[in-house]
């Protein structure tokens, strides 16, 4: 099927590196954070999430940090794995409201 | 627990047709959102539905229509179908307060020729 990374950044990197990827948010009422994985042929699947009252919070070898004075966010992936390859997207949202704005996405290819 | 489901998973059409796609969100689930995916523009945004009323809605022409039915279920139509309508169509359904458990769809990939 059709790629949606086509016109994606790119982030290669061996498996066992740890690798980041970076997200720029555009709305600074945004309270909270998502970052996703997409696959090919699926839909976007939930890593971790983070509020806006946190900088940083970690998962199972992952970790979101939230830098709100200059609105980025950022996802690092510890001894990154043949199987994290896909493509990484971040989302923010207005708890207000049930809707997400999505960045771009960052293609991660990880090389055994 | 089953997990929010789109049929079809692919469709064909020709331009200046018109289409329905179909969602069904987790059960418990009141809120269904949808996004239309492409390779040059991403993610963007739909509509939303909530309690059969549309809640929110992205900026796409009045040829993007949806609906939601009493027990959660929506459709999303597309009418006069143009090229620039391929894409892969995603629903993502949550409890309604905010994006906490938002459940995306594998999505309907649609292709108009």
């Known amino acids: 099927g059709e790629s949606v990374g086509l016109h994606l950044p790119t982030l290669s990197v061996q498996e066992g590196d740890n690798s980041i990827i970076n997200c720029a948010y555009s709305n600074s009422a945004s309270d909270y954070f998502i970052w996703y994985k997409q696959e090919s042929g699926k839909g976007p699947q939930f890593i971790i999430d983070i509020r806006s009252n946190m900088d940083k919070r970690q998962g199972q070898r992952v970790t979101v940090l939230l830098n709100k004075t200059v609105k980025h966010l950022s996802l690092q992936i510890a001894a990154t794995q043949p199987g994290d390859s896909a493509v990484y997207f971040c989302a923010e949202n207005d708890s207000g409201y049930s809707t997400l704005t999505f960045g771009k996405g960052t293609m991660l290819l990880v090389s055994p | 627990k089953a997990g929010v489901t789109q049929t079809p998973r692919y469709l064909i059409k020709t331009r200046g047709q018109q289409v329905t796609l179909s969602c069904s969100p987790i059960?418990?689930?009141?809120?269904v959102s949808w996004y239309q995916q492409t390779p040059g523009q991403g993610l963007q945004f739909l509509f939303e539905y909530f309690s059969e009323t549309q809640r929110n809605k992205g900026n796409f022409p009045g040829r993007f229509s949806g609906r939601q039915f009493s027990n959660s279920r929506s459709e999303m139509n597309v009418s006069t179908l143009e090229l620039g309508d391929s894409a892969l169509y995603l629903c993502?359904?949550?409890?309604?307060?905010?994006?906490?458990?938002?459940?995306f769809g594998s999505g309907t990939r649609l292709t108009v020729v």
């Open positions: 993502a359904s949550s409890r309604g307060q905010g994006a906490d458990g938002y459940t």
């Open positions: 059960s418990g689930h009141r809120s």
